[in-house]
C-alpha cells in the first residue's frame, strides 16, 4: 500500500531522471518525510495522494507534483535561518516543507490569492505555523514590507512577457535566489550576487496560471 514514505522514496529514485538529471538532496527529501501530502488535499482526492502526479484542489488550482516540488526545493538551497516568501502556496504543501528546511530561526511568508485557499491553508498548517506567516492576498509583486527575502519561489505559472522578474529581485537579499514557472515553457532560477545575476533555465514545464497585477 502506498503511503508517504513511498511517495518518497519513488521521488528519490526518479530524480536522476528528471528535468535537471541530478539526485535530490537528502535534505529535501527528509523534511518532505516529515509532511504527509494527504493531510493537504481535498477528500475528493485523498486516496491519490500518493502518486506523484498534480492534483486539483479548487478554485482551478492545483498542489504540485511531489517530484517537481522537490526539485523547485532543491534549486532554492534553502539553509537553516533564511527568509522565504512563496508565491500561490495554494494548500501549504510546500509551504510546510520549506519550513521544516529553514527551521525556527528561519520564516516563510505563504501568499494566497484565493481567499477560500488560503482558509484551507491555515488548516493544513496548524502544526507548522510558529514559523509561517499566510499572506491572503496578491502577492505576485512581492512583499516590499516583508522584504529582504533570501528565497523567494512562485508556485504558479508567469506568462513571461508580462511578468517584471525585477520587482522581486528587487525584494531578494545579495546571495538570494528566485524560482519561477512559465504556465508552458520553463523553470527559471535566478542566482543573485550583489549586482550580478546568473539565470538557470530548465525546459519543458506547466503550470497553472499565477493571479496577480505581476503575472
Sequence with gaps: ??????????????????????????????????????????????????????????????????????????????????????????CGYAAAIASILTGPEGMVYASEIVPDLCDSM???????????????????????????FDRILISAGVASKNFETDILLDQLNDKGILLYPETYGNIYVIKKNGKNLKKETYYGVSFVPLKGKNS
Design 122 to 148: 491555515r488548516i493544513n498548517l496548524a502544526e507548522f505555523i510558529d514559523n509561517i506567516t499566510i499572506l491572503s492576498e496578491d502577492g505576485s509583486a512581492g512583499f516590499t514590507e516583508h522584504a529582504p
Design 1 to 90: 500500500m502506498r503511503d508517504n514514505s513511498v511517495l518518497i522514496q519513488h521521488i528519490r529514485l526518479r530524480s536522476s531522471l528528471y528535468l535537471d538529471n541530478i539526485e535530490r538532496d537528502e535534505k529535501v527529501l527528509d523534511a518532505m518525510l516529515k509532511v504527509d501530502r494527504k493531510n493537504f488535499l481535498p477528500s475528493n482526492v485523498k486516496k491519490i495522494a500518493y502518486e506523484d502526479v498534480p492534483l486539483l484542489i479548487g478554485y482551478g488550482q492545483t498542489c504540485s507534483q511531489p517530484s517537481m516540488v522537490a526539485f523547485m526545493l532543491d534549486k532554492l538551497k534553502i539553509e537553516k535561518g533564511n527568509k522565504i516568501l512563496e508565491i500561490g502556496a495554494g
